[in-house]
């Protein structure tokens, strides 16, 4: 099935450093989605993105849109220890059967 | 807030044994979704279902079916568990305003 490329795939940084990944596909999505996974939990949603250009903040969590719908970035401002889990983009095709086309997560980890 | 509950949290099952998971959505979506999670493969989708009695196959349909006899539940069946299908298994409900909303999971070993 079709999956997006999601980079990097792991992140080692330490506590108060920014954080940035981003999300690649070939198809155009009408909205891109930011979850985050904490050990053992399912994925909680951080971020939606509706419109090409937007640019949208959750408190230290910044995401957009990318202006040719196929791309879409997370930053994380200062980071904290309770930041630590994988972090998933997905597409969206607004469509009648609604499916998301997940990335294969940015595990981040921050040292102590 | 919008709850997707999934029956158990951790499973242990034989070879050959039929398994059944079970998820529960309370906000009235009407497409909910099977995922399983495996290291370094991301979530792949199983089935998911558009409507009650209705079902589509996704991406790794093999070996699981799935039941929606009733909107808030979603069931997620193996016929016949094999050790390849030990995951993580999530299930999601869905609205067109909100997106995707997650079960906590259900981790699943077949012995």
């Known amino acids: 099935g079709q999956q997006l490329n999601q980079s990097p795939q792991s992140m080692f940084i330490q506590e108060g450093e920014d954080v940035s990944m981003n999300c690649t596909s070939s198809?155009?999505?009408?909205?891109w989605l930011w979850y985050k996974q904490d050990p053992g939990e399912g994925p909680v949603l951080l971020i939606a993105l509706y419109k090409a250009g937007e640019l949208t903040s959750n408190g230290r969590l910044t995401a957009q849109f990318g202006i040719t719908r196929k791309d879409s970035f997370l930053n994380i401002s200062a980071s904290i220890p309770s930041d630590v889990g994988i972090y998933f983009c997905?597409?969206?095709?607004?469509?009648?059967?609604?499916?998301?086309?997940f990335g294969k997560g940015t595990r981040l980890h921050i040292l102590p | 807030d919008v709850k997707v509950t999934q029956s158990s949290r951790y499973l242990v099952k034989r070879t050959g044994e039929k398994v059944f998971l079970e998820c529960v959505q309370d906000?009235?979506?009407?497409?909910m979704f099977w995922y399983r999670q495996d290291p370094g493969l991301g979530l792949r989708l199983i089935y998911f279902?558009?409507?009650?009695?209705?079902?589509e196959k996704g991406d790794i349909p093999e070996g699981y079916s799935v039941s929606r006899e009733k909107k808030e539940r979603f069931s997620l069946i193996l016929e016949s568990a094999s050790t390849n299908q030990t995951s993580m298994y999530l299930c999601a409900s869905s609205s067109r305003d909100y997106g995707y909303t997650f079960g906590s999971g259900t981790r699943l070993t077949v012995v």
């Open positions: 198809s155009i999505f009408n909205t």
């Open positions: 906000m009235d979506h009407e497409n």
């Open positions: 997905a597409g969206r095709y607004l469509n009648r059967d609604d499916k998301i086309i």
């Open positions: 279902s558009y409507d009650v009695k209705m079902k």
